[in-house]
C-alpha cells in the first residue's frame, strides 16, 4: 500500500502551521449507522464547511420493509458534499444507490429545476395516464409532447417547516424512463449552507403522494435540521496530541532522523475497529534535509539510522501506545520510509493500546483486511 502525501504536508520546521489546526469541538451524535464515516466527515470537509445529519434514520422499500443503509461520504457531483445512502457496503455502483444527503454552499442547477419548474396539473396527469393506456400508435404529436415533458417534471411542490424558522420545500419529481422511477425531495437552507434528502417518493394510482415516502424524507430532514452540525476537526488540532507527536518527532531527530513529514489524512480501510476512533497518523522518516535533495555523507547516515529505527518493534509501540493515549480520536499510527512503500501500522485495541499490524497474504486491494492486518509491499 503505498504511502501518499498529496492531501497535508508538513515537515518539522512547519509543524504548527500546515498541519495544525484550529481545535472545533461538535456535540453532534447523528444516528449509529452513520458511526463508520462521522470521522472520513469530519476530517474531509473543507474549512468553514459543516455537514447534518439525522440523529434518527428510518427508511423503507416498495414493500414497506425498512432498507438496511450502508453510508458513504464523497463528493457530489453537482457541488458539494454527499452521503450516499446504499444497500450494500462498499457498492458505488447505481443500482445500489437508495437514497442520499447533500450539503453545499449554493443551489445546482439540479435543485434549481426542482424549485422552479412547473408543476404538472391534475388535468395533465389524467391525460398521460389515459395517453399511456392506449396503444402507441394512437398517441397524435401533442400526446407525444406531453409524455416527453412529463419524464422528470415536478409533480408535486409543497412548502414545510423543519423547526423554528427554518422552511423547506417537500418536491416530488416524476420517473425519467424506467431506469429512473419517480424520487422525493427535501431541500432547505439553514446556516448559509444548502441541504437535500432525495430518496424515494410519487404519487399512487388516485394521484395521491404516498405518504410513507414523504413521512419518511421530512423526518429525516427535520431531525437533521435540530441536530447541532459536524464540523472539521483535525486530531492533531488537540494541544495534547500536538505536543505528544512533537515529542515524538523530536526523539526521532535525536536518533538521526534528518526530517519526519507527517500525514493526518490517510483513510482507514480495515474493518473490525474495536473502538469508536477514526484518526490516523503518519510518521515518515526521511533521511533528507528538508532544504536539500542531496544525497550526501549524512543522508546515508540517516539512512542507517532510519532502518534500525523500523527494525525496532519495541521502540515504535512505545512511540504508537504514547500517541494514541494523547490523541483523544486516533485508532492507526503509521511509521513509514519516506519515497518508499516500507510502512509498519500500530493499530489502537480494545485496551487501548496498540498492536503491530501482521502481513496479510490477500493480494485484493478492494477488500477491507481484518482490523490487525496490512498488505506489505
Same mark, same amino acid.
Given at each position: 500500500?503505498?504511502? &501518499?502525501? @498529496?492531501?497535508?504536508?508538513?515537515?518539522?520546521?512547519?509543524?504548527?502551521?500546515?498541519?495544525?489546526?484550529?481545535?472545533?469541538? &461538535?456535540?453532534?451524535?447523528?444516528?449509529?449507522?452513520?458511526?463508520?464515516?462521522?470521522?472520513?466527515?469530519?476530517?474531509?470537509?473543507?474549512?468553514?464547511?459543516?455537514?447534518?445529519?439525522?440523529?434518527?434514520? =428510518?427508511?423503507?422499500?416498495?414493500?414497506?420493509?425498512?432498507?438496511?443503509?450502508?453510508?458513504?461520504?464523497?463528493?457530489?457531483?453537482?457541488?458539494?458534499?454527499?452521503?450516499?445512502?446504499?444497500?450494500?457496503?462498499?457498492?458505488? $455502483?447505481?443500482?445500489?444507490?437508495?437514497?442520499?444527503?447533500?450539503?453545499?454552499?449554493?443551489?445546482?442547477? =439540479?435543485?434549481?429545476?426542482?424549485?422552479?419548474?412547473?408543476?404538472?396539473?391534475?388535468?395533465?396527469?389524467?391525460?398521460?395516464?389515459?395517453?399511456?393506456?392506449?396503444? =402507441?400508435?394512437?398517441? &397524435?404529436?401533442?400526446?407525444?409532447?406531453?409524455?416527453?415533458?412529463?419524464?422528470?417534471?415536478?409533480?408535486?411542490?409543497?412548502?414545510?417547516? @423543519?423547526?423554528?424558522?427554518?422552511? $423547506?420545500?417537500?418536491?416530488?419529481?416524476?420517473?425519467?424512463?424506467?431506469?429512473? +422511477?419517480?424520487?422525493?425531495?427535501? /431541500? !432547505?437552507?439553514?446556516?448559509?449552507?444548502?441541504?437535500?434528502?432525495?430518496?424515494?417518493?410519487?404519487?399512487?394510482?388516485?394521484?395521491?403522494?404516498?405518504?410513507?415516502?414523504? &413521512?419518511?424524507?421530512?423526518?429525516?430532514?427535520?431531525?437533521?435540521?435540530?441536530?447541532?452540525?459536524?464540523?472539521?476537526?483535525?486530531?492533531? $488540532?488537540?494541544?495534547?496530541?500536538?505536543?505528544? /507527536?512533537?515529542?515524538?518527532?523530536?526523539?526521532?531527530?535525536?536518533?538521526?532522523?534528518?526530517?519526519?513529514?507527517?500525514?493526518?489524512?490517510?483513510? /482507514?480501510?480495515?474493518?473490525?475497529?474495536?473502538?469508536?476512533?477514526?484518526?490516523?497518523?503518519?510518521?515518515?522518516?526521511?533521511?533528507?534535509?528538508?532544504?536539500? $535533495?542531496?544525497?550526501?555523507?549524512?543522508?546515508?547516515?540517516?539512512? =542507517?539510522?532510519?532502518?534500525?529505527?523500523?527494525?525496532?518493534?519495541?521502540?515504535?509501540?512505545?512511540?504508537?501506545? @504514547?500517541?494514541?493515549?494523547?490523541?483523544?480520536?486516533?485508532?492507526?499510527?503509521?511509521?513509514?520510509?519516506?519515497?518508499?512503500?516500507?510502512? /509498519?501500522?500500530?493499530?489502537?485495541?480494545?485496551?487501548?493500546?496498540?498492536?503491530?499490524?501482521?502481513?496479510?497474504?490477500?493480494?485484493?486491494?478492494?477488500?477491507?483486511? +481484518? !482490523?490487525?492486518?496490512?498488505?506489505?509491499?
Amino acid at each position: 500500500m503505498k504511502l &501518499t502525501l @498529496l492531501n497535508v504536508v508538513a515537515s518539522l520546521s512547519v509543524f504548527g502551521t500546515s498541519l495544525i489546526f484550529q481545535t472545533q469541538y &461538535t456535540t453532534a451524535k447523528p444516528a449509529p449507522v452513520f458511526r463508520p464515516i462521522q470521522g472520513d466527515i469530519q476530517r474531509q470537509l473543507p474549512k468553514g464547511w459543516v455537514m447534518r445529519l439525522p440523529s434518527t434514520l =428510518y427508511m423503507t422499500d416498495y414493500q414497506g420493509s425498512q432498507v438496511q443503509i450502508y453510508p458513504r461520504f464523497d463528493n457530489y457531483s453537482y457541488g458539494g458534499f454527499a452521503v450516499f445512502l446504499e444497500t450494500s457496503p462498499n457498492c458505488q $455502483a447505481r443500482a445500489c444507490s437508495f437514497a442520499l444527503i447533500t450539503v453545499a454552499k449554493d443551489y445546482d442547477e =439540479y435543485k434549481k429545476d426542482l424549485l422552479s419548474s412547473p408543476i404538472l396539473s391534475t388535468e395533465q396527469l389524467l391525460r398521460i395516464e389515459r395517453t399511456r393506456n392506449r396503444h =402507441y400508435e394512437t398517441w &397524435t404529436e401533442a400526446d407525444k409532447e406531453l409524455l416527453t415533458q412529463a419524464e422528470g417534471a415536478v409533480l408535486v411542490r409543497e412548502r414545510i417547516t @423543519l423547526t423554528k424558522g427554518v422552511k $423547506a420545500h417537500y418536491i416530488i419529481r416524476n420517473a425519467m424512463g424506467a431506469s429512473t +422511477p419517480s424520487s422525493g425531495a427535501v /431541500i !432547505w437552507e439553514q446556516g448559509g449552507f444548502i441541504y437535500g434528502v432525495i430518496g424515494p417518493g410519487g404519487i399512487d394510482e388516485k394521484n395521491q403522494i404516498e405518504q410513507r415516502w414523504k &413521512t419518511e424524507l421530512i423526518n429525516t430532514a427535520r431531525s437533521m435540521s435540530t441536530e447541532p452540525p459536524i464540523v472539521p476537526k483535525k486530531v492533531l $488540532a488537540q494541544s495534547s496530541c500536538k505536543n505528544t /507527536i512533537q515529542k515524538v518527532v523530536n526523539q526521532m531527530r535525536i536518533k538521526g532522523v534528518r526530517q519526519v513529514i507527517l500525514d493526518d489524512q490517510y483513510r /482507514i480501510n480495515n474493518a473490525g475497529n474495536p473502538t469508536n476512533r477514526t484518526g490516523t497518523i503518519t510518521l515518515s522518516l526521511s533521511s533528507y534535509n528538508q532544504h536539500s $535533495a542531496t544525497q550526501d555523507r549524512q543522508f546515508y547516515q540517516s539512512g =542507517y539510522k532510519i532502518d534500525n529505527i523500523l527494525r525496532s518493534p519495541v521502540l515504535l509501540k512505545t512511540w504508537a501506545d @504514547l500517541i494514541v493515549a494523547n490523541c483523544e480520536d486516533m485508532a492507526e499510527v503509521t511509521f513509514a520510509e519516506d519515497q518508499s512503500d516500507r510502512r /509498519i501500522d500500530y493499530a489502537i485495541q480494545a485496551n487501548g493500546k496498540t498492536r503491530k499490524r501482521e502481513c496479510s497474504s490477500s493480494n485484493d486491494f478492494e477488500v477491507p483486511l +481484518p !482490523w490487525n492486518q496490512q498488505h506489505c509491499i
